[in-house]
């Protein structure tokens, strides 16, 4: 009966808030050595007790009924056990002896808290083998000490399933969110082996398994909210707690997965909001954002071309208005980079090859008049002024001229124009001197002779005999009439 009353204040003890069965077994490991020594205290006693019971007290028996009246011996006669039943005496005293060490054996290995069963019909096999015992009734003493001896046994043989089925049963009731079932088993496990890992991770995870399922329960609910950021985090939160609780890992992952959708679809949406603005430097940052969340999204990648199609076609389009303007300004040069720009991104828009080609001829056209203009002088050559003309002919042919381009036609013209007006040049000589006009005319010697000479630059010479020739350009101003040239050899050879 007293096992039976330790048994409910033990199983009291499980379920106590103040001290779980787990500590109350890590303590008692730290005081294993002193129970060791109380054993072998009380296994001496008993032992004691024992040779006590045995032969003493009989002698002491047999002394005082040695001093009884004969009377009172013949009234309570002592039955002598035969010599069978005392050869049973030292072997049921040894195995009562090896009886007591494995009942404290077994003790620390927790059978207090999973064997109760068991541990009830050994101890009555040991009280009925004591109570023969004193009886002297040795060999069934011997008899109920062994049978206790084999449960114990079979009890020893049977922790290894035990401590599985623990195991075992203490993960499915946290699975099953079996709080109470979860932390029983865990600390029967612990009963048998303290120092067990697994035993004391799923402990602790059994004592944590509310927070972990009502941070569960509020991620799941936040989930199905489409808070999936909230979700998240009260995912996490029960994760930090118990790193292996896999509706947790489950709910994050799902939470992830629909966070990431969710992401995905607003950066799309926005992205193509800011493409209708072109706004492309924003839409293309969200739309890479998108692509990192899903690399494989034919969505983000269709995306992503639309945006670099209306890209170019929104720089061409500038280019082309850019180059348009530099054309009305008469910015040649500008306007060949704009068009060049614009067939490097793309070589096959023929408009802007057709615009490329006008401009060059602008440039050249341009090149060409400012090139003639300055070679004004020189109109007196008819092979010059015969380019120059040409190049008036090409520049009046222009459809739209421009201020610049009219104001160079007008220069050009005019230049021509003096060009064509013959202007008297008075020529002076000593008569000796023989004189030629390169590309005019052999004028031969005089004093004075007038030539009507085109406006330009000409080269003249004079020859001698026994004198070095005498050469010299000169240049015939237009619209001064009057001008005078002198040539004369007048050094020795």
Same mark, same amino acid.
């Given at each position: ?283 293309? *940052? ?6 990192? /969340?899903? @690399?494989?999204? !034919? $969505?983000?990648? %269709?995306? =992503? #071309?639309? &945006?670099?199609?209306k890209r170019i076609a929104s720089l061409t389009k500038s280019l082309k208005y850019k180059g348009l303007i530099a054309e009305v300004n008469e910015e040649w040069k500008q306007a060949k980079g704009f068009y060049e720009d614009i067939l490097v991104i793309d070589p096959n828009i023929e408009e802007v ?39 008036? *002919? ?6 739209? /001229?421009? @201020?610049?381009? !009219? $104001?160079?036609? %007008?220069? =050009? #013209?005019? &230049? ?78």
């Amino acid at each position: 009966m007293s096992e039976s009353t330790d048994q409910r204040t033990t199983d009291a003890s499980v379920k106590s808030d103040e001290k779980t069965l787990y500590q109350q077994k890590l303590e008692k490991e730290r005081s294993r050595s002193v129970s060791f020594r109380k054993g072998a205290g009380v296994l001496f006693g008993l032992t004691f007790l024992l040779v006590l019971v045995v032969f003493i007290l009989p002698s002491i028996v047999q002394d005082d009924n040695e001093d009884m009246p004969t009377q009172e011996i013949d009234e309570n006669p002592i039955l002598i056990p035969n010599q069978e039943i005392l050869a049973q005496k030292p072997i049921a005293e040894a195995l009562l002896s090896e009886l007591l060490i494995k009942i404290e054996s077994l003790k620390l290995k927790g059978i207090l808290f999973w064997g109760m069963r068991e541990w009830e019909d050994v101890l009555i096999a040991q009280q009925e083998g004591d109570s023969a015992f004193l009886e002297q009734k040795y060999d069934i003493a011997a008899d109920q000490y062994r049978q206790a001896l084999q449960k114990l046994s079979d009890m020893e043989i049977s922790i290894p399933n035990v401590l599985s089925n623990a195991l075992e049963s203490g993960k499915a009731s946290i699975l099953d969110g079996n709080k109470d079932d979860a932390i029983a088993s865990y600390e029967i496990a612990l009963a048998i082996d303290g120092s067990n890992l697994e035993a004391k991770e799923g402990l602790d995870r059994a004592l944590k398994l509310d927070q972990v399922l009502e941070r569960t329960q509020k991620g799941q609910i936040e989930f199905d909210m489409g808070n999936y950021e909230l979700a998240i985090q009260s995912f996490e939160d029960a994760l930090s707690i118990d790193s292996n609780w896999e509706p947790a890992k489950n709910g994050l992952n799902r939470s992830k997965k629909s966070f990431e959708e969710e992401i995905f679809q607003e950066s799309i949406s926005k992205g193509y909001q800011y493409l209708n603005e072109e706004n492309f430097e924003e839409a293309e *940052d969200l739309f890479n954002q998108s692509l990192l /969340i899903r @690399p494989n999204s !034919q $969505e983000a990648k %269709q995306a =992503l #071309d639309e &945006l670099n199609l209306k890209r170019i076609a929104s720089l061409t389009k500038s280019l082309k208005y850019k180059g348009l303007i530099a054309e009305v300004n008469e910015e040649w040069k500008q306007a060949k980079g704009f068009y060049e720009d614009i067939l490097v991104i793309d070589p096959n828009i023929e408009e802007v090859k057709e615009s490329l080609s006008r401009v060059e001829s602008r440039i050249l056209l341009a090149s060409e008049m400012k090139s003639i203009i300055t070679r004004s002088d020189s109109y007196n050559d008819n092979k010059v002024l015969g380019q120059a003309q040409a190049i008036l *002919d090409t520049a009046r042919s222009i459809e739209r /001229i421009g @201020p610049k381009l !009219q $104001e160079s036609i %007008q220069k =050009l #013209d005019a &230049l021509i124009q003096v060009a064509l007006i013959p202007i008297d040049v008075i020529f002076e000589s000593d008569e000796l001197t023989e004189v030629t006009i390169f590309k005019v005319d052999q004028m031969g010697t005089f004093l004075q002779r007038i030539v009507s000479l085109r406006p330009g630059i000409y080269t003249a010479r004079g020859s001698r005999r026994g004198f070095k020739d005498e050469t010299i350009r000169f240049r015939v101003a237009p619209n001064q009439q009057n001008q005078r040239i002198r040539i004369v050899c007048n050094k020795k050879i």
